[in-house]
């Protein structure tokens, strides 16, 4: 349900268009129709090279060395109708033409390699993003959830941006990240982040023990990593926000670590929910003398917290400004039947906001809206893809006590 239209299915070269491959036959046909009817001066023939080296462009290796194998065949015809094979001339072009023939053929084959290698490598990177950032389920106790990952470039399938849900006994526990740095550094920071969430949050401690764990596996990853080569020491941290919504009652308590706070909208106002006291981002907590504090705010039914990356309020428009998401949320609340209706207008208002509808970094967000009470046990609950991103969820499948 992404707002930017899907990019083209990439065609391999061993699958051309026939209107395509009809260019170089055509070529072929005309090229030796005028070389037998032209003067005896007059020689078409090293024109039919260009033939398989337009094949090359848009076939495979198979295709390609047919069109040259045709179009040696043809000048074999030109030389037999204009004098005889063994004409010096028409010698040097036929043994040219196979030469030139050869040398396409085979870089087609590079390329049909090299693309074969790059799909290989895009299969490879969906099933890790199915494993780093799973899909987030649209219900979880009293709570319905959506989620959407947007790529700052629309090939890429992982990032540093991260989020995370889990159902604990007595209610559901939520994280939203952004790893410093980009690339498969910061892939692998954001695995670290999330598979310590995973393996602690349904642990029954409070909140900054749960964060102090995820601190403590930052922190190790970067001593770990510290002193690798292009890797300055000591610059691997997380911003994070960790939320616990109870189940019962209408309250959430918050962790800030460096992150942009949350905001709960309410009817049709907007409020941040700024920390009193906000912790250092997860793995300097040894580096500042700061504990971790959680605070708590009303969340009642019909609420909807919205937690973000900072890719979201740091898109700029063509003048520069910044993309004012405080006021979008409360324009964009009326008439948004649920949190994923919520980020599907954001999306595509953030997406126009950005020149071209492109992002200068990747940017996530998670709407949660608190459902009133009702009467008997919750529905069952379901697995569901991000709401409107380039990535993640197509075809997972998830246990149901098991985190995103």
């Known amino acids: 349900m992404d707002p930017r239209p899907p990019p083209p299915r990439t065609r391999r070269h061993g699958e051309p268009r026939l209107a395509l ?35 090359a462009s848009f076939a495979g290796p198979r295709t390609t060395g047919i069109v040259g194998a045709v179009a040696v065949l043809a000048q074999v015809v030109v030389a037999v109708s204009r004098t005889t094979l063994t004409d010096l001339n028409h010698t040097f072009q036929i043994i040219a033409l196979i030469l030139i023939s050869a040398f396409v053929t085979f870089f087609a084959h590079l390329r049909e390699v090299h693309e074969a290698q790059l799909t ?19 219900r979880m106790g009293p709570l319905r959830v959506a989620s959407v990952y947007l790529a700052a470039e629309a090939e890429a399938l992982i990032g540093g941006d991260l989020y995370a849900a889990a159902r604990t006994a007595h209610g559901t526990r939520l994280l939203i990240g952004d790893v410093r740095g980009k ?42 990593e510290d002193g690798t080569p292009g890797r300055p020491e000591g610059e691997g941290f997380t911003t994070a926000a960790v939320v616990d919504v109870p189940d019962r009652g209408t309250t959430v308590e918050v962790v800030s670590c460096g992150h942009p706070p949350p905001l709960l909208l309410r009817g049709d106002r907007v409020v941040a929910l700024e920390v009193a006291h906000p912790a250092p981002p997860l793995g300097l907590a040894e580096l500042v003398d700061s504990g971790y504090t959680a605070q708590s705010f009303a969340f009642e039914p019909g609420d909807v917290l919205l937690l973000y990356t900072d890719g ?69 609950e379901t697995t569901r893809a991000g709401s409107c991103g380039s990535r993640p969820g197509r075809g997972a499948r998830q246990d149901p006590n098991e985190t995103t």
């Open 21 to 55: 491959l009809a260019v170089p036959f055509a070529l072929i046909a005309v090229v030796t129709l005028v070389d037998v009817l032209a003067p005896p001066e007059v020689h078409l023939g090293p024109f039919l090279v260009a033939a398989p080296a337009l094949t």
């Open 183 to 224: 690339g498969l550094d910061a892939v692998g920071e954001a695995a670290v982040v999330l598979g310590a969430f995973r393996a602690a949050a349904h642990l029954d401690a409070g909140l900054p023990e749960l964060v102090a764990r995820l601190d403590a596996a930052v922190a190790a990853d970067r001593d770990e």
């Open 120 to 138: 290989q490598l895009r299969s490879v990177a969906e099933a890790a993003q199915q494993v780093v950032l799973r899909p987030l389920r649209e």
């Open 312 to 380: 979201v309020i740091e898109a700029r428009d063509a003048s520069g400004a910044f993309y004012p998401l405080q006021d979008r949320a409360a324009a964009a609340r009326p008439g948004a039947a649920g949190p994923d209706a919520l980020l599907r207008r954001l999306c595509a208002d953030l997406l126009r906001h950005s020149p071209g509808g492109r992002l200068g970094d990747d940017a996530a967000m998670v709407a949660v809206e608190r459902l009133a009470p009702r009467a008997g046990p919750d529905p069952e």
